[in-house]
Antibody, heavy 121, light 108 residues
Framework: EVQLVESGGVVVQPGGSLRLSCAAS????????MHWVRQPPEKGLEWVSL????????YYADSLKGRFTISRDNSKNSLYLQMNSLRTEDTAFYYC??????????????WGQGTLVTVSS | EIVLTQSPATLSLSPGERATLSCRAS??????LAWYQQKPGQAPRLLIY???NRATGIPARFSGSGSRTDFTLTISSLEPEDFAVYYC??????????FGGGTKVEIK
């Protein structure tokens, strides 16, 4: 059974930094691209970032470039999101999601339960 | 960036009724359109991919249709567990991957 468990969400002040983690199990982690998607409370979904199976390629939403960095450690079956210069509008649930196989890497077939990041003074 | 517009924002229906949800793209996405279901307090779940293919384990009452810019998700007969928010997502022209604003299917 595929499981994705996010952690690291806390209350942080504007301008602060945070690193989210996602622990993956139930599939061969280094065979798949992985994504981060966020959702402000009571609002819609926003794609954040994608990393290829080997970490060699990364993509970001334009609005986040330069502040967020996605990475992965295949030896630990883990995905990360480093978030810097946080703003109040970054307040959201952050989900990690697994890309589907082959050319469907940008289709999100399994999602974690999310971790809440609150940016507030 | 491709913008996806979902309508209606809210659909009020009774169990057993048919639900028809719309997703319109600002430019052609071919058939690279997916639908997700999200229940309160839960993560989204993939329902439909490539406009009309049901994901693993999705009941046959869910069906998708459309191409290029106009897509429809149909739930043939609503079950109590189907009352949720539904999002469409395109993967044709990215980054970024984009989602629609969602349609809430609520009990009438």
């Amino acid at each position: 059974e595929v499981q994705l468990v996010e952690s690291g969400g806390v209350v942080v002040q504007p301008g602060g930094s945070l690193r989210l983690s996602c622990a993956a199990s139930g599939f061969t982690f280094d065979d798949y691209a992985m994504h981060w998607v966020r959702q402000p409370p009571e609002k819609g979904l926003e794609w954040v970032s994608l990393i290829s199976w080997d970490g060699g390629s990364t993509y970001y939403a334009d609005s986040l470039k330069g502040r967020f960095t996605i990475s992965r450690d295949n030896s630990k079956n883990s995905l990360y999101l480093q978030m810097n210069s946080l703003r109040t509008e970054d307040t959201a649930f952050y989900y990690c999601a697994k890309g589907s196989s082959g050319s469907y890497y940008n289709l999100l077939d399994y999602w974690g339960q999310g971790t809440l990041v609150t940016v507030s003074s | 960036e491709i913008v996806l517009t979902q309508s209606p924002a809210t659909l009020s229906l009774s169990p057993g009724e048919r639900a028809t949800l719309s997703c319109r793209a600002s430019q052609s996405v071919s058939n690279y359109l997916a639908w997700y279901q999200q229940k309160p307090g839960q993560a989204p779940r993939l329902l439909i991919y490539d406009a009309s293919n049901r994901a693993t384990g999705i009941p046959a009452r869910f069906s998708g249709s459309g191409s290029r810019t106009d897509f429809t998700l149909t739930i043939s007969s609503l079950e109590p567990e189907d009352f949720a928010v539904y999002y469409c997502q395109q993967r044709s022209n990215w980054p970024p991957l984009t989602f629609g604003g969602g349609t809430k299917v609520e009990i009438k």
